[in-house]
C-alpha cells in the first residue's frame, strides 16, 4: 500500500531562520504531489502542488517545494520563518485518480 | 465565494450512539471527501462521493456510510459509536475527482464519544 512519510513530527525554530521538511512517498508510478498547512484555528487550506513541469514548484507565502523523483521526495522548504507561519503542515501524495494519501503532519512552532 | 461548510462543529455522543455530521461543497463542486483526523495520525480517508455516488472507501468498518444528495451535500453517518471514534471529521470537496484537482476543506466536525 502506498504510504507518506513526513519525517519530522514537531519542529521548533526562531524567526529568520531556515525551514526545511520532509516529506517522503512509497509509490512507483506517477505521483501528484501537495502540501496542505493547517494554521491555528483555521481550516486545511492548499499551500503549493505539483503535476508535473519544474520540480521546483513555489507557493504561497515564500514557501517552495522540490520534487526528486529519483529519491520519491517532495520536501518543503522557506529561506527564512516567520511567526504568522506556526502550523501544522501535511504532505498528500496522490497516485493519478485514486485517494490522495495524506503523511501525519508536522507541527511547527516559530518563536519570535 | 462560500468555501466548504460542515455541522455541528461539535457533537458530543455516548459509545453505542449514532452520529450524523454534514457537509455542504463548494458551489460548482461535485466530488465531496470525508477524512478522520485523529490526534497524531495525520487524515485518514474515509469516503468519497462525486455524481451522487460513493466511489471509493478508505479502511474503515461498515458502520462508517453516508451518502451525496442531488445537490452535492453530503452526510457522514456513523453508527454503534466507540470511543476511539472521536476525532475530527472533515469534508473536503474538488471540482472532479482526485486525480489532480486539490481539496477544499471545511473547518470540521469535533465528535467527543464519552
Known amino acids: 500500500a502506498q504510504s507518506v512519510s513526513q519525517h519530522n513530527h514537531h519542529v521548533i525554530l526562531s524567526e529568520a531562520a531556515s525551514l526545511e521538511l520532509g516529506c517522503n512517498y512509497s509509490?512507483?508510478?506517477?505521483?501528484?504531489l501537495f502540501w496542505y498547512v493547517q494554521y491555528p484555528g483555521q481550516h486545511l487550506q492548499l499551500l503549493l502542488k505539483y503535476f508535473s513541469g519544474d520540480p521546483l514548484v513555489k507557493g504561497i507565502k515564500g514557501f517552495e517545494a522540490e520534487f526528486i523523483k529519483s529519491k520519491f521526495s517532495f520536501n518543503l522548504r522557506k529561506p527564512s520563518v516567520q511567526w504568522s507561519d506556526t502550523a501544522e503542515y501535511f504532505c498528500?501524495?496522490?497516485?493519478?485518480?485514486?485517494?490522495?494519501?495524506f503523511g501525519r503532519g508536522t507541527s511547527l512552532i516559530v518563536h519570535p | 465565494e462560500a468555501g466548504v461548510t460542515q455541522s455541528p462543529t461539535h457533537l458530543i455522543k455516548t459509545r453505542g450512539q449514532q452520529a450524523t455530521l454534514r457537509c455542504s461543497p463548494i458551489s460548482g463542486h461535485t466530488s465531496v471527501y470525508w477524512y478522520q483526523q485523529a490526534l497524531g495520525l495525520g487524515l485518514q480517508f474515509l469516503l468519497w462521493y462525486d455524481e451522487g455516488e460513493e466511489r471509493n472507501r478508505g479502511n474503515f468498518p461498515p458502520r462508517f456510510s453516508g451518502r451525496q444528495f442531488p445537490n452535492y451535500s453530503s452526510e457522514l453517518n456513523v453508527n454503534a459509536l466507540e470511543l476511539e471514534d472521536s476525532a475530527l471529521y472533515l469534508c473536503?470537496?474538488?471540482?472532479?475527482?482526485?486525480?489532480?484537482?486539490?481539496?477544499?476543506f471545511g473547518p470540521g466536525t469535533r465528535l467527543t464519544v464519552t
Open positions: 509509490y512507483g508510478g506517477t505521483v501528484n
Open positions: 498528500a501524495v496522490n497516485p493519478g485518480s485514486y485517494i490522495p494519501t
Open positions: 473536503a470537496s474538488s471540482l472532479e475527482g482526485p486525480g489532480g484537482y486539490e481539496q477544499y
